[in-house]
Structures are given as structure tokens and as C-alpha cells.
């Protein structure tokens, strides 16, 4: 019986468009100046000496960790503390409204299906934790953050190794057999069915795709009580 769902947002709750030509646009245009603006708040301070110890260089200076931080951008990397960066900067778009956070119509209706019924909802993105708060407290369709019991970030581990979804169902006490898990990417899939985590792969655009997991084109298509 499944207990806990957990999803991935990026082409599974939410376009990719949306991600890739609306949040990393607006991050990557402002990251210098608010880098510059922020640079004696302590939690920006800590973030930066973290990437400039992930870009190996722990004395670079400022500016030239902002231009790593942009080519980063470029590049999509999943690092730690420039998505924590670009989750505050987000947070001043959502604030001024200059975007909504984007969730499929169908992934609204299912999530507060089952959170009808008692399945507890969770996240597990590469973006930071509190940019996934921001997204899905600012939709359409309103404050979607009381239907998630947690999030978790690459803090808790990457989303390609098994290890963070074993860590997951541990947070979770929970037997990882009672967990499903959403994505439209099949390395991460794999790596939570190695976990012993049941899958689901969201298949937004183009079609079927060759898998070995269960898969639909949306929300609509995810029985939990039959995987």
C-alpha cells in the first residue's frame, strides 16, 4: 500500500518552460546585482563561500564567483548553493508578482485527491528547498503548501544516487515499498527503485518513452492503490 508520495517538480508537476524560461531567465539577470546588493547579509556570505568552495577555489573573490554563478546558470548545475541563491531571488519575483508558480491543472486535482485521503505529499527537487515553497505557495491556483508534509533538496543527497532516496524513507519512517515516486526522468527513477521506492514516470511532451517504469502522460494517469 503506498503511505507517501513523493514528486519531483521540473517536467513532472511543473513545465519545464516555466523553469528553464521564466526562473533561470530572471535569476540569471539579477544574480550579479543582488549578490552585490546582499553581500554583507550572512546568509548570502555563507552561500557564497560554499560555491566558491564547490567552483575549488575557496579565495576567489566576489565577482568572480558571480560570473561562476551565472556560467552555472548556463550550464543547468545542480549546485547546492546557487540554488539556494537563486531561490532568494525568486522569492523578490513571486513578492512583486512578476510570475506565478506553474502546476499542471491535472497535478493540482490528483495532489489534493490524495491528500484527501490521507496519502502524505512530498517534494524532492534539485531547486532548494525554499524555492519549492515559493512555487507552490504562489500558483494559480492558490497556496498549495499545506497538501506537503516536507521537502527535500540536494542536501539530502543526489537525485541520481540511491542513497538519498534511502535517506528519504528514513526522515519519512517509512518501508521504502510505500513510497511512490514521481519524475519524468529515468535516471532518478531508477535510482529510487533501486531504494525499493515504487515509480511512476510523467511523460509531459513527444510521447511514450522505452521504460521499464510504469508511466502517463499526467497526473490523471497515476493509480497509487494499483502499483
Not at 543547468?76 to 541563491?85: G, S, V
Amino acid at each position: 500500500m503506498i503511505r507517501a508520495i513523493l514528486t519531483d517538480i521540473e517536467g513532472t508537476t511543473s513545465s519545464l518552460s516555466f523553469v528553464k524560461e521564466t526562473l533561470f531567465p530572471y535569476a540569471r539577470a539579477r544574480m550579479a546585482d543582488f549578490v552585490r546588493g546582499h553581500a554583507r547579509d550572512a546568509t548570502v556570505q555563507a552561500l557564497l563561500a560554499d560555491a566558491k568552495v564547490a567552483a575549488g577555489d575557496p579565495s576567489m573573490d566576489d565577482e568572480h564567483v558571480i560570473a561562476r554563478l551565472v556560467r552555472w546558470i548556463d550550464e543547468d548545475r545542480k549546485i547546492t548553493p546557487l540554488k539556494a541563491l537563486q531561490g532568494l531571488i525568486w522569492e523578490e519575483g513571486y513578492r512583486n508578482r512578476d510570475f506565478f508558480g506553474h502546476v499542471y491543472d491535472d497535478a493540482v486535482r490528483r495532489l489534493k485527491a490524495w491528500h484527501e485521503q490521507g496519502i502524505s505529499l512530498y517534494v524532492f527537487s534539485s531547486g532548494s528547498v525554499h524555492a519549492q515553497r515559493l512555487l507552490f505557495g504562489h500558483t494559480a491556483a492558490g497556496d498549495l503548501q499545506p497538501l506537503f508534509s516536507g521537502y527535500f533538496d540536494t542536501r539530502i543527497g543526489a537525485k541520481q544516487e540511491p542513497a538519498a532516496y534511502s535517506a528519504i524513507a528514513r526522515e519519512l519512517n517509512l518501508p521504502p515499498s510505500e513510497i511512490l515516486f514521481l519524475s519524468d526522468i529515468e535516471a532518478e527513477l531508477d535510482a529510487a527503485r533501486e531504494a525499493g521506492y515504487k515509480t511512476f514516470m510523467l511523460v509531459r511532451e513527444g510521447g511514450a518513452k522505452a521504460s521499464h517504469h510504469p508511466q502517463g502522460a499526467d497526473f490523471d494517469a497515476i493509480r497509487p492503490e494499483l502499483l
